[in-house]
Protein backbone atom coordinates (compact mmCIF):
# COMPACT_ATOMS: atom_id res chain seq x y z
CA UNK A 1 0.00 0.00 0.00
CA UNK A 2 1.54 3.36 -1.18
CA UNK A 3 1.25 5.79 2.09
CA UNK A 4 2.58 9.35 2.08
CA UNK A 5 1.93 11.53 4.87
CA UNK A 6 -0.49 9.45 6.16
CA UNK A 7 -2.68 9.28 2.66
CA UNK A 8 -3.36 6.24 0.98
CA UNK A 9 -3.66 6.72 -2.50
CA UNK A 10 -7.79 6.42 -2.51
CA UNK A 11 -9.69 9.66 -3.11
CA UNK A 12 -11.08 10.28 0.35
CA UNK A 13 -7.88 12.16 1.08
CA UNK A 14 -8.25 15.74 2.01
CA UNK A 15 -6.53 17.99 0.02
CA UNK A 16 -3.71 19.20 2.24
CA UNK A 17 -2.09 15.56 2.07
CA UNK A 18 -2.51 15.34 -1.56
CA UNK A 19 0.36 17.01 -4.13
CA UNK A 20 -1.17 19.23 -6.41
CA UNK A 21 -2.23 17.81 -10.04
CA UNK A 22 0.40 18.80 -12.56
CA UNK A 23 -0.29 17.91 -16.12
CA UNK A 24 0.17 13.92 -16.66
CA UNK A 25 1.31 13.76 -20.37
CA UNK A 26 3.44 15.79 -22.36
CA UNK A 27 1.79 17.42 -25.25
CA UNK A 28 2.80 19.71 -28.24
CA UNK A 29 1.70 23.21 -27.57
CA UNK A 30 1.58 22.52 -23.64
CA UNK A 31 0.76 25.37 -22.43
CA UNK A 32 2.59 25.63 -18.88
CA UNK A 33 4.99 28.48 -20.09
CA UNK A 34 2.33 30.13 -21.26
CA UNK A 35 0.00 29.90 -18.08
CA UNK A 36 1.45 33.11 -16.25
CA UNK A 37 0.19 35.32 -19.37
CA UNK A 38 -3.50 33.37 -19.83
CA UNK A 39 -3.85 33.71 -16.04
CA UNK A 40 -3.62 37.60 -16.01
CA UNK A 41 -5.79 37.78 -18.89
CA UNK A 42 -8.65 35.49 -17.61
CA UNK A 43 -12.22 37.00 -16.32
CA UNK A 44 -12.20 37.65 -12.76
CA UNK A 45 -15.29 35.30 -11.98
CA UNK A 46 -17.18 32.49 -14.27
CA UNK A 47 -19.15 29.84 -13.47
CA UNK A 48 -18.17 26.40 -15.54
CA UNK A 49 -14.71 26.17 -17.33
CA UNK A 50 -14.75 24.80 -21.07
CA UNK A 51 -11.39 23.41 -22.67
CA UNK A 52 -12.17 22.38 -26.10
CA UNK A 53 -8.34 21.78 -27.11
CA UNK A 54 -7.57 20.37 -23.68
CA UNK A 55 -4.16 18.40 -24.66
CA UNK A 56 -2.32 17.82 -21.81
CA UNK A 57 -5.03 20.63 -20.07
CA UNK A 58 -1.80 22.60 -18.85
CA UNK A 59 -4.51 25.74 -17.67
CA UNK A 60 -6.87 23.71 -16.26
CA UNK A 61 -4.70 22.13 -13.67
CA UNK A 62 -3.12 25.57 -13.03
CA UNK A 63 -6.28 26.66 -12.76
CA UNK A 64 -7.24 24.06 -10.51
CA UNK A 65 -4.21 24.69 -8.52
CA UNK A 66 -5.11 28.27 -7.84
CA UNK A 67 -8.59 27.37 -6.91
CA UNK A 68 -10.28 28.89 -9.45
CA UNK A 69 -12.11 26.74 -10.86
CA UNK A 70 -15.82 26.06 -9.06
CA UNK A 71 -15.78 22.74 -7.98
CA UNK A 72 -18.99 23.89 -6.14
CA UNK A 73 -20.71 23.45 -9.61
CA UNK A 74 -21.32 20.31 -11.42
CA UNK A 75 -19.77 20.17 -13.76
CA UNK A 76 -17.52 22.34 -12.98
CA UNK A 77 -15.39 21.92 -16.18
CA UNK A 78 -16.28 20.43 -19.46
CA UNK A 79 -12.99 19.36 -21.12
CA UNK A 80 -12.73 17.81 -24.33
CA UNK A 81 -10.49 16.91 -27.44
CA UNK A 82 -10.52 14.79 -30.64
CA UNK A 83 -8.07 12.96 -30.15
CA UNK A 84 -9.61 9.37 -28.93
CA UNK A 85 -6.97 7.91 -26.70
CA UNK A 86 -5.83 10.99 -24.86
CA UNK A 87 -9.97 11.80 -23.80
CA UNK A 88 -10.29 7.45 -22.71
CA UNK A 89 -6.66 8.60 -20.63
CA UNK A 90 -8.38 11.29 -18.45
CA UNK A 91 -11.20 9.31 -18.36
CA UNK A 92 -9.88 6.30 -16.76
CA UNK A 93 -7.77 8.22 -14.54
CA UNK A 94 -11.11 9.59 -13.17
CA UNK A 95 -13.00 7.07 -12.88
CA UNK A 96 -10.54 3.57 -12.85
CA UNK A 97 -7.49 5.54 -11.02
CA UNK A 98 -6.41 2.13 -9.20
CA UNK A 99 -6.38 -0.04 -11.74
CA UNK A 100 -4.37 2.82 -14.12
CA UNK A 101 -1.65 2.63 -11.45
CA UNK A 102 -1.91 -0.89 -10.56
CA UNK A 103 -0.89 -1.60 -14.53
CA UNK A 104 1.57 1.33 -14.85
CA UNK A 105 3.25 0.01 -11.44
CA UNK A 106 4.22 -3.44 -13.68
CA UNK A 107 5.49 -1.93 -16.78
CA UNK A 108 9.42 -1.81 -16.90
CA UNK A 109 11.73 0.52 -18.78
CA UNK A 110 13.13 -1.07 -21.72
CA UNK A 111 13.18 -0.52 -25.68
CA UNK A 112 12.02 -4.00 -25.70
CA UNK A 113 8.75 -3.68 -23.67
CA UNK A 114 8.31 0.01 -25.53
CA UNK A 115 8.09 -1.93 -28.74
CA UNK A 116 5.73 -4.85 -28.28
CA UNK A 117 3.24 -2.01 -25.96
CA UNK A 118 3.49 0.04 -28.77
CA UNK A 119 2.29 -2.81 -31.15
CA UNK A 120 -0.71 -3.21 -29.20
CA UNK A 121 -4.18 -2.02 -30.62
CA UNK A 122 -5.58 0.61 -28.06
CA UNK A 123 -8.74 -0.70 -28.92
CA UNK A 124 -8.16 -4.21 -27.82
CA UNK A 125 -7.13 -2.96 -24.68
CA UNK A 126 -9.46 -2.07 -21.58
CA UNK A 127 -9.85 1.31 -20.83
CA UNK A 128 -7.58 1.35 -18.25
CA UNK A 129 -4.96 -0.85 -19.83
CA UNK A 130 -5.57 1.71 -22.55
CA UNK A 131 -4.70 4.62 -20.39
CA UNK A 132 -1.64 2.96 -18.49
CA UNK A 133 -0.41 2.31 -22.74
CA UNK A 134 -1.10 5.93 -23.47
CA UNK A 135 1.01 7.38 -20.24
CA UNK A 136 3.72 4.71 -21.03
CA UNK A 137 4.38 5.69 -24.41
CA UNK A 138 3.98 9.25 -23.89
CA UNK A 139 6.53 9.04 -21.48
CA UNK A 140 9.27 7.08 -22.44
CA UNK A 141 8.75 7.72 -26.30
CA UNK A 142 10.43 10.06 -28.15
CA UNK A 143 10.57 13.76 -27.23
CA UNK A 144 6.70 12.74 -26.05
CA UNK A 145 4.94 13.34 -28.96
CA UNK A 146 1.72 11.72 -30.32
CA UNK A 147 2.12 10.73 -33.95
CA UNK A 148 -0.05 8.46 -35.72
CA UNK A 149 0.73 7.02 -39.20
CA UNK A 150 -2.31 7.27 -42.09
CA UNK A 151 -3.45 3.98 -40.11
CA UNK A 152 -3.56 5.40 -36.82
CA UNK A 153 -0.93 3.52 -35.60
CA UNK A 154 1.21 5.04 -32.88
CA UNK A 155 4.68 5.62 -34.53
CA UNK A 156 7.12 7.19 -32.25
CA UNK A 157 10.32 5.43 -31.48
CA UNK A 158 11.73 4.53 -27.95
CA UNK A 159 13.06 7.90 -26.12
CA UNK A 160 16.66 8.17 -24.67
CA UNK A 161 15.67 8.75 -21.33
CA UNK A 162 17.66 6.94 -18.65
CA UNK A 163 14.78 7.70 -15.54
CA UNK A 164 11.29 8.52 -17.50
CA UNK A 165 8.31 9.61 -14.74
CA UNK A 166 5.42 7.09 -15.94
CA UNK A 167 4.89 5.64 -12.89
CA UNK A 168 3.68 8.74 -10.85
CA UNK A 169 1.18 7.43 -8.61
CA UNK A 170 0.99 10.99 -6.29
CA UNK A 171 0.32 13.21 -9.31
CA UNK A 172 -2.44 10.66 -10.64
CA UNK A 173 -4.43 10.50 -7.65
CA UNK A 174 -4.08 14.19 -7.31
CA UNK A 175 -5.58 14.73 -10.99
CA UNK A 176 -8.07 12.18 -10.36
CA UNK A 177 -9.81 13.88 -7.49
CA UNK A 178 -9.45 17.12 -9.57
CA UNK A 179 -11.18 15.39 -12.88
CA UNK A 180 -14.51 14.40 -10.19
CA UNK A 181 -16.51 16.75 -10.91
CA UNK A 182 -15.25 17.17 -14.24
CA UNK A 183 -16.75 16.21 -17.52
CA UNK A 184 -14.84 14.60 -19.97
CA UNK A 185 -15.38 14.41 -24.09
CA UNK A 186 -14.23 13.41 -27.43
CA UNK A 187 -15.68 15.93 -28.97
CA UNK A 188 -14.97 18.64 -31.93
CA UNK A 189 -14.63 22.13 -30.86
CA UNK A 190 -17.43 23.69 -32.21
CA UNK A 191 -19.83 21.47 -29.85
CA UNK A 192 -19.42 23.91 -27.30
CA UNK A 193 -21.54 25.46 -28.22
CA UNK A 194 -24.20 22.92 -27.24
CA UNK A 195 -22.82 23.11 -23.82
CA UNK A 196 -21.73 26.58 -23.07
CA UNK A 197 -23.98 28.87 -21.10
CA UNK A 198 -24.20 32.90 -20.22
CA UNK A 199 -20.89 32.99 -17.39
CA UNK A 200 -18.70 30.51 -18.42
CA UNK A 201 -15.31 30.49 -19.80
CA UNK A 202 -13.95 28.87 -22.15
CA UNK A 203 -10.17 29.12 -23.27
CA UNK A 204 -9.58 27.77 -26.76
CA UNK A 205 -6.11 26.19 -27.91
CA UNK A 206 -6.08 24.82 -31.31
CA UNK A 207 -3.25 23.47 -33.33
CA UNK A 208 -1.73 26.66 -34.27
CA UNK A 209 -1.60 28.27 -37.51
CA UNK A 210 1.70 27.95 -39.00
CA UNK A 211 4.25 30.72 -38.89
CA UNK A 212 5.32 29.88 -42.61
CA UNK A 213 3.86 27.36 -45.32
CA UNK A 214 6.08 24.89 -44.50
CA UNK A 215 6.12 24.71 -40.66
CA UNK A 216 4.61 21.19 -40.30
CA UNK A 217 3.21 22.09 -36.76
CA UNK A 218 -0.31 21.53 -37.36
CA UNK A 219 -0.62 17.98 -37.59
CA UNK A 220 -1.75 16.80 -34.34
CA UNK A 221 -4.19 14.50 -36.04
CA UNK A 222 -4.59 12.96 -39.22
CA UNK A 223 -6.47 15.48 -40.65
CA UNK A 224 -4.52 18.59 -39.55
CA UNK A 225 -6.26 22.08 -39.22
CA UNK A 226 -6.15 24.32 -41.66
CA UNK A 227 -7.47 27.50 -42.30
CA UNK A 228 -11.36 26.96 -42.96
CA UNK A 229 -10.45 25.08 -38.68
CA UNK A 230 -9.08 28.76 -38.16
CA UNK A 231 -11.92 30.58 -39.85
CA UNK A 232 -14.73 27.75 -38.24
CA UNK A 233 -13.33 28.51 -34.85
CA UNK A 234 -13.00 32.16 -35.04
CA UNK A 235 -17.36 31.73 -35.96
CA UNK A 236 -17.88 30.08 -33.01
CA UNK A 237 -15.93 32.53 -30.41
CA UNK A 238 -18.19 34.99 -32.03
CA UNK A 239 -21.72 33.00 -31.33
CA UNK A 240 -20.02 32.32 -28.03
CA UNK A 241 -19.66 36.32 -27.14
CA UNK A 242 -23.14 37.19 -28.54
CA UNK A 243 -24.63 34.30 -25.75
CA UNK A 244 -22.48 36.20 -22.66
CA UNK A 245 -19.94 33.76 -22.76
CA UNK A 246 -16.00 35.07 -22.11
CA UNK A 247 -13.54 33.55 -24.50
CA UNK A 248 -9.95 33.20 -24.58
CA UNK A 249 -7.90 31.96 -26.99
CA UNK A 250 -4.31 31.36 -28.03
CA UNK A 251 -2.51 31.28 -31.37
CA UNK A 252 0.28 31.90 -33.51
CA UNK A 253 1.28 35.39 -34.13
CA UNK A 254 0.68 35.54 -37.92
CA UNK A 255 -1.11 37.55 -40.59
CA UNK A 256 -3.75 35.26 -40.85
CA UNK A 257 -4.83 35.09 -37.17
CA UNK A 258 -4.42 38.68 -36.71
CA UNK A 259 -7.04 39.46 -39.46
CA UNK A 260 -9.14 36.70 -38.57
CA UNK A 261 -9.83 38.56 -35.12
CA UNK A 262 -9.41 41.82 -36.86
CA UNK A 263 -13.10 42.94 -35.26
CA UNK A 264 -14.79 45.16 -32.80
CA UNK A 265 -16.00 42.13 -30.49
CA UNK A 266 -11.97 40.88 -29.59
CA UNK A 267 -8.91 42.55 -28.31
CA UNK A 268 -5.48 41.29 -29.33
CA UNK A 269 -2.82 40.64 -26.57
CA UNK A 270 1.10 40.25 -27.50
CA UNK A 271 2.89 38.51 -25.78
CA UNK A 272 6.44 36.44 -25.61
CA UNK A 273 6.59 33.44 -25.32
CA UNK A 274 9.94 31.15 -25.01
CA UNK A 275 8.31 28.31 -27.41
CA UNK A 276 10.52 26.00 -29.45
CA UNK A 277 8.08 25.46 -32.58
CA UNK A 278 10.47 25.81 -35.49
CA UNK A 279 12.45 23.14 -36.97
CA UNK A 280 15.11 25.13 -37.25
CA UNK A 281 17.11 25.38 -34.25
CA UNK A 282 18.50 28.92 -35.18
CA UNK A 283 15.51 30.34 -34.56
CA UNK A 284 14.43 28.96 -31.82
CA UNK A 285 14.13 31.31 -29.06
CA UNK A 286 11.57 33.95 -27.71
CA UNK A 287 8.48 34.35 -30.17
CA UNK A 288 5.38 36.38 -29.91
CA UNK A 289 2.20 34.53 -29.65
CA UNK A 290 -1.39 36.24 -29.64
CA UNK A 291 -3.97 35.88 -26.49
CA UNK A 292 -6.89 37.12 -27.51
CA UNK A 293 -10.40 37.92 -25.64
CA UNK A 294 -13.36 38.47 -26.62
CA UNK A 295 -13.87 40.95 -23.40
CA UNK A 296 -11.53 43.91 -21.77
CA UNK A 297 -9.37 41.66 -19.58
CA UNK A 298 -9.48 42.99 -16.11
CA UNK A 299 -6.09 44.12 -15.20
CA UNK A 300 -4.85 47.18 -17.32
CA UNK A 301 -2.49 45.82 -19.86
CA UNK A 302 -2.94 48.80 -22.82
CA UNK A 303 0.75 49.28 -22.91
CA UNK A 304 1.00 45.55 -23.63
CA UNK A 305 -1.87 44.74 -26.07
CA UNK A 306 -2.43 45.70 -29.57
CA UNK A 307 -5.74 45.97 -30.72
CA UNK A 308 -4.31 45.32 -34.53
CA UNK A 309 -3.00 46.97 -37.41
C1 LIG B 1 -2.23 23.07 -29.03
S1 LIG B 1 -2.87 21.49 -28.59
C2 LIG B 1 -3.57 21.87 -27.04
C3 LIG B 1 -2.52 21.93 -25.97
C4 LIG B 1 -3.07 22.11 -24.57
N1 LIG B 1 -3.55 23.46 -24.34
C5 LIG B 1 -2.01 21.77 -23.54
O1 LIG B 1 -1.77 22.55 -22.59
O2 LIG B 1 -1.42 20.68 -23.66
C6 LIG B 1 -4.23 21.27 -29.66
C7 LIG B 1 -5.16 20.09 -29.35
O3 LIG B 1 -6.27 20.17 -30.26
C8 LIG B 1 -6.75 18.86 -30.55
N2 LIG B 1 -7.59 18.99 -31.75
C9 LIG B 1 -7.24 19.06 -33.06
N3 LIG B 1 -8.32 19.29 -33.83
C10 LIG B 1 -9.39 19.40 -32.99
C11 LIG B 1 -10.78 19.66 -33.18
N4 LIG B 1 -11.31 19.86 -34.39
N5 LIG B 1 -11.57 19.72 -32.09
C12 LIG B 1 -11.06 19.52 -30.85
N6 LIG B 1 -9.76 19.26 -30.60
C13 LIG B 1 -8.92 19.20 -31.67
C14 LIG B 1 -5.49 18.04 -30.65
O4 LIG B 1 -5.78 16.68 -30.40
C15 LIG B 1 -4.59 18.69 -29.56
O5 LIG B 1 -4.71 17.99 -28.34
Redesign the pocket.
Given at each position: MNLKNGCVYTLGCDMGNLPVPR?FLK?????TQLADALLERMPLAFNTYHE????????FFRLYRERKIRTDLSPSAIL????PE?IDTYIAIRDSLKEVISILSEFPHSKEFYYSIREKNPWDLTLPERAARMIYLNKTGYNGLYRVNRQGKFNVPFGRYRNPKYFDPENLTAVSRALQEVEILRA??ETVLERAVRGDFVYF????APLSPTANFTS??ADG?GLS?QERLRDVAIELGKRGVYVMLSNSDTEVIRSLYNLPDFTIHEVLANRAINCNGAKRGPVTELIITNYLAERNFALRSCSMF
Open positions: PWAGGKPFVGSGALSDLNLSFDPPYYYFD
